[in-house]
């Protein structure tokens, strides 16, 4: 499974969710080459979502396929 997540906090903020028994959270960051930086782990999707609102202090607003 992975799985998108934008989240919107003066301009947008990529996230990245993938696995399968235990998900792995990555921060995107755009630039010339795109770099993910892991910031957590997580059993379940409500879990890793809930540690991405944290991480950017805002709502979460789209999760889609990668």
């Known amino acids: 499974m992975d799985k998108?997540?934008?989240t919107q906090n003066?301009?947008?903020n990529l996230f990245r969710i993938s696995g399968s028994s235990k998900l792995?959270?990555?921060k995107i960051e755009v630039g010339l080459f795109l770099k993910k930086v892991k910031i957590g782990?997580?059993?379940n999707l409500e879990d890793?979502?809930?540690i991405?609102?944290?991480y950017s202090g805002?709502?979460?607003k789209d999760v889609s396929e990668w």
């Open 58 to 60: 805002s709502q979460i």
């Open 52 to 54: 991405i609102k944290s």
């Open 41 to 43: 782990s997580a059993r």
């Open 10 to 12: 003066k301009g947008d």
């Open 4 to 6: 998108r997540v934008a």
């Open 48 to 50: 890793a979502l809930s």
């Open 24 to 26: 792995y959270i990555y």
